[in-house]
């Protein structure tokens, strides 16, 4: 089998992981082919997970990475089924539409994404949508969808993302980015400590999930299947989509708490005060005014650990703005990239997975277990950031540094089943092996907004 590229290398500036051999990596190294490494940065974004958990539990090579599994993982929900249905991942007004010079990406998944994309377009209706976007240029649709509180994105190539300045701001920095801990002269040694199970190291951890859609609700979903205790908060008035949330809820809690209501805030607050970890994915800036941001949160209790992250990054002109795996891609080059042509003429196209979101989801759950086992060492916690447009620099690098083998043909996944308050649901589970057995998740979704606002 071919190496894998060691993304781990962005986490070598935590102590934790200073001379931690990389996870092994069993099975397949190539299978979905074409013109980008994808394969590399899956199997390197699981390989940094489990290194960071061999690190943190003293185990030698006993979490490891299997390549099916990691096929299997990183398109879970093309993979569940709810009752024998399949899932159902885009909206009717999401996806690629062709406007008067080139090609643009909506994701309008989400109620309030579509009404604000009609409204921008001054459309009633899909059709409609289609109609206006023939009559403007990319970048101007672009622009107006996003200052009416939508979320889209040119489709732009390679070369124009390399000359712009969001590319600069993206490509800034370590994949990881790692905030110092705060100076403290008292050493305070930590409340948690692993457990002995290798089966649940992260038994009785504390972690508020403040994430939603998939990258950082996939971080979390392995924490839980780690055996954290997972609470993950949505609000009510934007409820997650029904079976993306089915798909990263197995072994978590869920709740909803509304933000507009100061007494809610207090208890999210306080729970927060409480946690051993925090992960949010709120653009940068959402959460500043609910004192939920890092400074706010490690003022509170240095000991927290936080991952946070945001789809552009940070200094750039889209800090801030709204973004989606399937916008980075369009707006990176990824879409031009793996475009065809057909009856009709070229069209641009995506990744055979949305391993963004899957990578990035993977490299937060490996800085919150690097994080926490230096906590066992100095008392303190600290942060780590990660954004969806420098994952995609990543798959670059990977690609360039490591030259694709052929692909081979993958078998088809293993299943598993549990009863749950939707139904019968079929699944993949994690792709981490402990001493050779692959990892499960062992509870269902709980129902949405059921579980108590505590620990």
Known sequence: MASVPDLTASLRQVAALDGQPPAPVVGPRRWWDGPLDVEGLALGAVQATATAL?????AAERYTVSSAAASAAFNSLAHLRVDGRESQSFGPMSGFRQTSDGWIRLHANYPHHAAALMAALGASDPEGVVRAL???????AEHAIVAAGGVAAAVRTRGEWLMSPMYQAARSGPWISLTPPPKSGEHRPSSWLPSTDPMTPLAHLKVLDLTRVIAGPTATRVLAALGADVLRIDPPSIPELPDAFIDSGFNKRSTVADFRDNRVV????ALAASADVVVSGYRDGALQRFRLDPDSLMSRNPGTVIATLSAWGRGGPWDGRRGFDSLVQAACGIAAQYGTEGQSGWRPGALPVQA???????GLAAAVLALL????????GSAARMSLARTAEELYRVTAADRPVPAESMPE??????DSHYGRLRFVGPPLLVDGVQLA???????????????
């Open 356 to 362: 963004l979101d899957h990578a990035t989801g993977y």
């Open 134 to 140: 023939l009559s403007q240029a990319a970048v101007d």
């Open 266 to 269: 207090e208890r999210v607050q």
């Open 54 to 58: 061999n690190a943190l539990t003293g």
């Open 441 to 455: 998740f062992t509870k269902p979704p709980v129902s949405y907004g059921s579980s108590a606002l505590a620990w």
């Open 413 to 418: 996944p293993e299943y598993h089943f549990l």
């Open 373 to 380: 086992g230096e906590r066992l060492v100095t008392g303190v």
